[in-house]
């Protein structure tokens, strides 16, 4: 299996503030990685696929760049709404995986 | 727009069968893949397996002893079975679809727990 990783587990900044948040794979995974948020109690929600392209109706403020193992999601100027868990997944084999997530709270 | 909605028991005992059924609106099944996704209280995501419109599965290593998937065509549904439960299965059970391999659309997901 592939395995993700990512970091920080979690992170606190202030609405306006620039994150990056950081993915990787066990091995190479081409630009086969997805971003997902998820806020409590609710679904998952795709962001980005194919490691940067912008879901339809996803905010401008979200961008991800990456491929093989290291892969970035950034959320320019943080929105009140953005504060969620963040969730890296590769789908280049089976079995999909998803990273651990990392949670961004208020500071 | 695409709606997937989640069914079955909250409540299943240990050793028994977990049975869930994933309902479709607004688009059809076919032509996409449809995976079952789960989530225990607190912890992250677990992709179980997904199942073709056509019939055609693959499922995770990890579970793949105890899961079987199904497609109904003509209900527009997919459905999910887990045998041999124990309290480790306790989780939030997402259906979701794939398309050009990400999952796009989630059902809203299902608690179910495994208890006595």
């Known amino acids: 299996d592939i395995q993700m990783t990512q970091s920080p587990s979690s992170l606190s900044a202030s609405v306006g503030d620039s994150v990056t948040l950081t993915c990787r794979a066990s091995?190479?995974?081409?630009?086969?990685l997805n971003w997902y948020q998820q806020k409590p109690a609710k679904a998952p929600k795709l962001l980005i696929y194919?490691?940067?392209t912008l879901q339809s109706g996803v905010p401008s403020r979200f961008s991800g760049s990456g491929s093989g193992t290291y892969f970035t999601l950034t959320i320019s100027s943080l929105q009140p709404e953005d504060f969620a868990t963040y969730y890296c997944?590769?789908?280049?084999?089976?079995?999909?995986?998803f990273g651990p997530g990392t949670k961004v709270d208020i500071k | 727009q695409v709606q997937l909605q989640e069914s079955g028991p909250g409540l299943v005992k240990p050793s028994e069968t977990l049975s869930l059924t994933c309902t479709v609106s607004?688009?059809?099944?076919?032509?996409?893949?449809w995976s079952w996704i789960r989530q225990p209280p607190g912890k992250g995501l677990e992709w179980i397996g997904y199942?073709?419109?056509?019939?055609?599965?693959n499922y995770n290593p990890s579970l793949k002893s105890r899961v079987t998937m199904s497609v109904d065509t003509s209900k527009d549904q997919f459905s999910l079975r887990l045998s041999s439960v124990t309290g480790a299965d306790t989780a939030v059970y997402y259906c979701?679809?794939?398309?050009?391999?990400?999952?796009?659309?989630w059902g809203q997901g299902t608690l179910v727990t495994v208890s006595s």
């Open positions: 979701a679809r794939e398309s050009s391999s990400q999952f796009d659309y």
């Open positions: 607004g688009d059809s099944i076919s032509g996409y893949y």
């Open positions: 199942i073709y419109y056509g019939g055609s599965t």
């Open positions: 091995q190479g995974i081409s630009i086969y």
């Open positions: 194919a490691a940067s």
């Open positions: 997944q590769q789908s280049y084999n089976p079995p999909f995986t």
